[in-house]
C-alpha cells in the first residue's frame, strides 16, 4: 500500500479530531454532571429515567398530603381530648344532680353548668382547621353544627387525603357519629338533663344515654389516633421512598465525576501522544537528504 | 547508420528526459491538490527502420532509433473511484437523518427538569392540591395556572419541530439547485474531454475536475456514474440520466409547503421534463433530507415527533375532559369541559384551557359542597398505566431508540466513506518521496543523454575537422 503525503496529513488530522472529539464529549459530561445529555444516548435508561421522575414527582406530593392530613387529624385529636373531659364532667354532674343529697339551688348550679358545658360543646364542634369544619370536612357551611343541632354535613361523605398509589387516609371526623344529630344528639341530650333538673325530675335516667355519648366519643377518638400513627408511618415510609428514587435517578442520569476525571486524563494524555506523533511523521522528507 | 542519427537518438533522449522532468514537476506542485491523480509519463523505445533491397545485406546490426514519449498517463482506478462515490452517498444519506433526529430530540429535550414531562408533574401537583382544599380560589388559580403551562408548551414543541421541518425542505431547495448546477458543469466537462481527447490532447486534469464533481454528486444525490468509449461520463439518478454527454436534465422539488400537508402532498423529487415523473433516489444528503420531511407513515423523523406532540395532547384533554365532567363545582354547577381544541389546527397546536375563572373548576362529585374527590381522581391520571405520561414516555423511547440506530448508522457511514477516501488517496495521491526519486533518476537521464550528445560531437569534430591533416 502506497502512503502518499495527503494520506498522511489526512490520518494526523483525523486522529486529532477525534481525541478532541472524545475529550469535549467528556467535558460536556463533566461540567453538566449529566450522563444523559440526550434520550439517545441511552434510550432504555431514558425511559427508565422518565419513569422514576414521574414517581419522585408523585412521592413529593403525597409528601405534601401527608402533612396536611396531619394537621387535620391533630386538631381532632386535641379536640375530641378537650369533648371527652366536657362529657366525663358532663357524667359526674348528673350523678351528683341525680343524688338525694343535693338542694334545689344545688341542682339549679349543676343546671347552669350543664348548659355552659353544652353551649362549649357546640362551639367545640364546630372547630375549624384552614376554614374547614374537622366535624363536617365537605360542608361548605362555617359550622359542623347549627343552633337548631342539625348537622351539615353530607352522610358517607369523608376528607380523604392520599398518601399512596392507592391509598388514602380519612381526615376528618364524622360529626354525626360523634355527637349525634337533631333531637338525638349530645346537645339535645344536655339540654334535656338541664329542663329535667329545673323541672325536679330524676336525672339518673339519662346516666346510660350520657355513657353512650362517652363512649361514641371515645370510640371517635381512637380511631382518630389510629389513623394519626397511619401517617406517621407513611411520613417515614415516603422519606425513605424519595431518598431511594433520587439515589435510582442519580444512577440513571448522573454521572460519576471521579470516573470523568480520570478517563479525561487519559485522553488528554493519548492527545499529547498523537501530536508529538503528527508532528514527527509530517517533517522528515526526502528533499532533506539530497543536496 | 549514419552518425548524425546518433545525435537524433541523443536528442530524442534529452526531450525524453525533459517530459519526464515536466510531469514530475507538475505532480509535486500539486501534491496537496484534492482530487489530483498522479501522472506518469510513458514512453517506449522506436524499433529500427526497416530496410528495403540490397541494404539489409550491407548492414546486418541495425539499432533502434531512440525512445518516444506516448503520452502522459493518468494513474487513477475506476472501482475505487466509484466505491468512493458509493459510500459518500450513504454517508451523506445517514448523516442528515442522524442530525434530524437529534435536533428533534434536544426540542423534546427529555429526561430533564425543562421537558414536558416535568410541567405534567406540576399540573396533577396541582390537581392534588385543589383535592386537598376545595373551594379555594388560590390552589384552582394555580391549577389553573399549571394548564395554560402544559399547553403552552405543547404547542411551542409542535411549532418548534414545524419551523425544524420547514427550515429542511428550504435547504433541500437549495440543494436541488446545486445539484443542478453541478449536472451542468460536468455537461460542459464532458464536451472539453471529447473535443480534447478527438484532438489528441492531454486531457488527465480535466478528467480530475469532472471527477471531483460526480463524486459531489454522489454524495449529494446518490447519483452513479458510468464511463462512455468517447470519454464523457453519463450521469444517472435512480436509472434515469441527469447528464447525458453534453446535455443534462434538471431536477426540480415538488410537494406540500408545510409539514401539515405533507400526508397528502408528500415532498418529492421530479423530473424538471417530465411533471409528475417522481425520481428515485439511491441515497444522498437529499435522499435523506426528503426522507426526514416525509409524513409520518413513511417514516418521516418531523411529522413522527409532532404526532407524538399530537397524541399527548389529545390524551390529557380526553381523559381530563372525562373526569371533568363527571364532577361538580364548588358552587354546584357541571364541570364541563377543561380543554378544548381550537377548530382547523392539529391537536397540540390548537388544545386551548377551556376554564377562565378559578370558580369553573370543578373539584367534587357531591359527597358535600367542599369534596374534592374527582380532582383525587384526575390527579391520579398521572401515574396511571394508559395516562397521558405513559404515551409521552413511549414517544420518547421510540424516538430515542430510532434516533440512536441513526446515530449508529452515520457512525458506520463514516469510517466506511474514509476508508474508501483513504484507498483511492493509497493508489492514485502523489508521494513527495517517490516523485524526488523520480526527479533524480530523470536528472540522470538527462545528464547521460547530454554526454552521448557531447561524444557524438567530438566524433564528428573529428570527422570533419581533422580528417586528412596528417601530423598537423
Known amino acids: 500500500m502506497r502512503i502518499t503525503n495527503q494520506m498522511q496529513a489526512s490520518f494526523v488530522t483525523r486522529s486529532m479530531q477525534a481525541n478532541l472529539a472524545r475529550m469535549a464529549e467528556l467535558q460536556e459530561q463533566g461540567t453538566s454532571g449529566r450522563r444523559l445529555v440526550r434520550a439517545s444516548t441511552d434510550p432504555s435508561s431514558a425511559a427508565d429515567a422518565l419513569l422514576v421522575r414521574n414517581q419522585l414527582a408523585t412521592e413529593k406530593q403525597y409528601e405534601r398530603n401527608i402533612a396536611n392530613g396531619e394537621g387535620w387529624l391533630a386538631t381532632i385529636d386535641s379536640t375530641l381530648g378537650t369533648v371527652t373531659d366536657i362529657v366525663q364532667r358532663v357524667r359526674d354532674l348528673v350523678i351528683q344532680g341525680a343524688s338525694d343529697t343535693t338542694s334545689a339551688d344545688g341542682r339549679e348550679a349543676i343546671a347552669v353548668e350543664i348548659d355552659e358545658l353544652r353551649t362549649e360543646l357546640l362551639r367545640q364542634s364546630n372547630t375549624t382547621y384552614l376554614g374547614r369544619t374537622v366535624f363536617a370536612g365537605t360542608s361548605d357551611e362555617g359550622v359542623a353544627f347549627r343552633d337548631d343541632y342539625t348537622f351539615t354535613g353530607t352522610a358517607g361523605a369523608t376528607v380523604e387525603r392520599r398518601i399512596g398509589i392507592d391509598s388514602t387516609v380519612q381526615v376528618d371526623a364524622d360529626g354525626a357519629a360523634v355527637f349525634g344529630q337533631g333531637p338525638g344528639s349530645v346537645f339535645a341530650l344536655l339540654d334535656t338533663v338541664v329542663a329535667d333538673l329545673r323541672t325536679g325530675t330524676n336525672v339518673g335516667n339519662h346516666l346510660a344515654a350520657v355513657d353512650s355519648r362517652l363512649s361514641a366519643v371515645l370510640t371517635q377518638h381512637t380511631v382518630a389516633g389510629a389513623r394519626q400513627s397511619q401517617l406517621e408511618r407513611a411520613t417515614d415510609t415516603n422519606s425513605g421512598n424519595q431518598v431511594s428514587l433520587e439515589a435510582r435517578r442519580a444512577g440513571i442520569e448522573d454521572v460519576d465525576i471521579a470516573e470523568i476525571a480520570i478517563d479525561l486524563q487519559l485522553k488528554q494524555v493519548a492527545y499529547q501522544a498523537t501530536l508529538s506523533i503528527g508532528a514527527n511523521i509530517l517533517q522528515p522528507t526526502l528533499m532533506d537528504f539530497l543536496r | ?472
Open chain 2, 1 to 472: 547508420m549514419s552518425s548524425f542519427a546518433i545525435l537524433n537518438t541523443a536528442r530524442q533522449g534529452l526531450n525524453a528526459a525533459q517530459a519526464g522532468i515536466d510531469v514530475t514537476g507538475q505532480n509535486v506542485a500539486n501534491l496537496n491538490t484534492s482530487g489530483y491523480t498522479r501522472q506518469r509519463v510513458q514512453q517506449s523505445s522506436v524499433a529500427p527502420l526497416s530496410e528495403m533491397g540490397l541494404a539489409r545485406f550491407s548492414q546486418p546490426v541495425r539499432n533502434g532509433q531512440g525512445v518516444s514519449v506516448d503520452g502522459v498517463a493518468r494513474l487513477g482506478n475506476l472501482f475505487l473511484e466509484s466505491r468512493v462515490r458509493q459510500t459518500a452517498s450513504s454517508e451523506g444519506y445517514s448523516a442528515v437523518r442522524a442530525t434530524a433526529f437529534t435536533s428533534v430530540e434536544d426540542v423534546h429535550g427529555e429526561p430533564s427538569d425543562n421537558g414536558i414531562s416535568a410541567t405534567l408533574q406540576k399540573f396533577w401537583s396541582g390537581w392534588h392540591d385543589v383535592s386537598n382544599s376545595p373551594g379555594k380560589e388560590a390552589q384552582a388559580r394555580v391549577v389553573v395556572e399549571q394548564a395554560s403551562g402544559v399547553v403552552d408548551r405543547l404547542a411551542a414543541g409542535r411549532g418548534e419541530v414545524a419551523s425544524q421541518w420547514q427550515q429542511a425542505r428550504t435547504s433541500a431547495v437549495a440543494l436541488v439547485a446545486e445539484v443542478n448546477t453541478i449536472a451542468g458543469k460536468v455537461a460542459a466537462l464532458n464536451a472539453q474531454i471529447r473535443d480534447a481527447a478527438g484532438q489528441g490532447g492531454s486531457v488527465n486534469e480535466l478528467v480530475d475536475h469532472r471527477n471531483e464533481l460526480t463524486t459531489s454528486l454522489a454524495q449529494l444525490a446518490g447519483a452513479q456514474t458510468s464511463s462512455n468509449p468517447d470519454g464523457t461520463v453519463a450521469v444517472l439518478l435512480g436509472g434515469n440520466l441527469l447528464v447525458d454527454g453534453a446535455t443534462t436534465n434538471q431536477v426540480t422539488l415538488a410537494g406540500s409547503q408545510s409539514m401539515d400537508g405533507t400526508t397528502t402532498d408528500p415532498v418529492r423529487l421530479e423530473w424538471a421534463h417530465r411533471a409528475g415523473a417522481a425520481v428515485a433516489l439511491e441515497g444522498g444528503d437529499l435522499a435523506g433530507r426528503l426522507s426526514a420531511l416525509a409524513p409520518a407513515s413513511s417514516g418521516g423523523v418531523y411529522t413522527q415527533a409532532a404526532a407524538g406532540y399530537d397524541a399527548l395532547a389529545t390524551s390529557i384533554a380526553t381523559q381530563v375532559n372525562a373526569l371533568h365532567a363527571t364532577a361538580l363545582t364548588p358552587s354546584g354547577a357541571p364541570g364541563g369541559n377543561f380543554f378544548v381544541f381550537e377548530a382547523g389546527k392539529p391537536p397540540a397546536a390548537g388544545i386551548k384551557v377551556a376554564v377562565t375563572d378559578p370558580g369553573q373548576v370543578a373539584v367534587g362529585a357531591g359527597g358535600g359542597a367542599l369534596d374534592g374527590s374527582v380532582a383525587d381522581k384526575i390527579s391520579r391520571l398521572g401515574v396511571a398505566p394508559d395516562g397521558p405520561d405513559s404515551v409521552w414516555s413511549a414517544h420518547v423511547a421510540q424516538l430515542a431508540v430510532k434516533s440512536s440506530s441513526a446515530t449508529y448508522d452515520a457512525k458506520l457511514a463514516t469510517i466506511a466513506s474514509t476508508a474508501a477516501f483513504s484507498d483511492l488517496l493509497s493508489h492514485s495521491a502523489v508521494s513527495l518521496d517517490e516523485e524526488t526519486v523520480n526527479l533524480v533518476q530523470y536528472q540522470h537521464a538527462y545528464q547521460g543523454a547530454a554526454r552521448v550528445l557531447t561524444a557524438v560531437d567530438e566524433m564528428l569534430d573529428q570527422l570533419i575537422n581533422r580528417t586528412g591533416r596528417v601530423g598537423l
